[in-house]
């Protein structure tokens, strides 16, 4: 009898922890797709690597931080610049580089403790970049919202009408609503995008009725070629401090403390070897995603079991072909709208950093960073080497790296 009730009560713990993790997934899905829609990458295949890469994650960190990896929104202009120029496999093969950057990083730490990020990124230089990568993806968000990118008989207003009610949504929810639905302003946004799309008649639903219900993943395997490979690897910048501000976040929330149990070695580690391992596949890169920790927030469930359900949830979604085929017919001035919030909120970051840090920009090395930084950035400067060519978000890394290092302080 006692057998019995113990069992009882370990399959409805059970039960709970599976909703629960199908709850978190939902919350992350939004972002977990948005980046290979807008990318050019199979959603299928950003479903299941966000799965595996968290799995991996937890081995990294051995189980302790209960925390869910999607794709960054940093690397949407790399990636989609690495497609262009260099095609779909050497650009993966960037990204498994970025992933070993991840695990250099974690290297450093152990060796040198913490502080060794703030040296080599501090706020001077990370700020300006962020601002960068927010305000160089501007032009994209304003094409894709006035539906420039598509080819249509609608008329513009019909189309502005509804990217700006994506836009408008997004708004509502992020800032007005409570509790769960506070945390998915993408998805609401996108629903109400959607919905009007079907209405005004943009949507093609025969790709989602032909769709196969279980169809594998369309993996693709990279390529290395060190022009992409060099472009790629300043990116990780951004999400380095990103991660850094998430795993102390979660720490507050639970109360422990991860830079220090299991260590910021061993999350970044994780970071990386799930970055590595989805370019290896043909998904966009993995990392800890600040919404998750919000829901994490608002349920006050410290479970990481819940997180390995979540995982085995985008695995097992993974593997429906109509999902695929769903998230695919979305038009992309829904994606616009949404997107003007976005890419001005990762610029808003990076202003946030100089602010939050106090970054005097009076001092001259301060001025000639950021100067430089954004100027090099915005204006879309290029040092042409012949064979390679530096510029964009790898440019402005480098330059601020390079200059923060070189100028003196005094």
């Known amino acids: 009898m006692v057998s019995k009730n113990i069992s009882q009560h370990l399959s409805k713990h059970t039960l709970l922890d599976i909703i629960t993790g199908a709850q978190m997934l939902f919350v992350a899905f939004g972002a977990l797709v948005l980046v290979p829609l807008l990318t050019r990458l199979d959603p299928n295949v950003a479903l299941f690597t966000a799965g595996v890469g968290t799995l991996l994650f937890q081995i990294a960190t051995r189980g302790k931080v209960p925390v869910f990896l999607a794709s960054s929104f940093a690397f949407i202009a790399p990636i989609s610049y690495g497609v262009e120029m260099w095609g779909v496999a050497s ?23 913490a502080n060794i990020i703030e040296r080599i990124l501090p706020p001077v230089v990370t700020g300006p970049i962020i601002m960068v990568i927010g305000l160089s993806l501007a032009p994209v968000a304003v094409k894709m919202a006035m539906g420039s990118d598509i080819e249509t008989s609608l008329p513009k207003y019909q189309l502005i009408i509804i990217s700006m009610a994506s836009l408008i949504t997004t708004l509502i929810v992020a800032i007005w609503a409570k509790g769960f639905v506070k945390l998915v302003p993408i998805i609401s946004g996108i629903i109400v995008g959607y919905s009007l799309s079907i209405w005004f008649g943009l949507v093609n639903f025969q790709p989602i009725i032909s769709a196969p219900w279980f169809s594998l993943p ?11 490979i060099l472009y790629m690897i300043p990116i990780v910048i951004a999400p380095t401090i990103e991660h850094v ?29 799930a970055t590595s391992v989805a370019g290896f596949l043909g998904g966009p890169p993995c990392i800890t995603y600040a919404e998750v920790i919000g829901a994490v927030t608002l349920t006050r469930n410290f479970k990481t079991r819940v997180m390995t359900w979540a995982a085995i949830w985008a695995i097992v979604m993974s593997f429906v072909g109509k999902v695929g085929a769903f998230l695919a017919s979305i038009p992309s001035v829904v994606m616009g709208g949404i997107m003007v919030l976005l890419f001005g909120s990762i610029a808003s970051v990076g202003v946030n950093i100089l602010v939050k840090h106090k970054v005097d920009l009076s001092i001259s090395r301060n001025m000639c960073i950021t100067a430089l930084v954004l100027v090099f950035g915005i204006g879309g400067m290029v040092f042409d080497f012949g064979n390679y060519v530096l510029q964009g978000i790898s440019l402005c890394g480098i330059a601020a790296i390079v200059l923060n290092l070189i100028l003196p302080h005094k």
């Not at 991840?102 to 450093?108: S, T």
């Open 91 to 113: 650009t993966l093969g960037g990204l498994v580089a970025a992933g070993l950057v991840f695990m250099l990083f974690a290297f450093l730490v152990k060796i040198n403790g």
């Open 218 to 228: 369309h993996f693709s395997y990279p390529e290395f070629q060190w022009q992409a």
């Open 245 to 273: 501000g998430d795993i102390m976040a979660i720490s507050s929330v639970t109360g422990k403390d991860y830079t220090k149990n299991p260590g910021l070695q061993r999350t970044l580690f994780g970071d990386g070897l």
